[in-house]
């Protein structure tokens, strides 16, 4: 659990008018159980970067290109 809080601790997020901790980095946790010192099987959490509609969060020049950025890299995932 304190790999995870540390990794929360060092995210970037940033208030929207539409959120107001939206966060402006995805984040990958990986555990992996090992058995019998062998690798046993694996879990992904997965949190992905707020995807807020640019109209809805009133964002003007570096949060705005920053938005776009995550939005596009949201697509690229679903494709």
Request: glycine letters at 6%; aromatic letters at 2%.
């Amino acid at each position: 659990m304190q790999i995870l809080q540390e990794g929360n601790l060092r995210r970037t997020q940033e208030a929207t008018e539409a959120n107001k901790t939206s966060s402006r980095s995805h984040a990958l946790l990986q555990v992996q159980i090992l058995k019998n010192n062998r690798p046993h099987s694996k879990l992904f959490l997965i949190d992905l970067a707020g995807s807020e509609r640019a109209s809805n969060t009133n964002n003007r020049g570096q949060r705005l290109k920053e938005g776009a950025a995550i939005n596009r890299s949201l697509l690229a995932l679903g494709n």
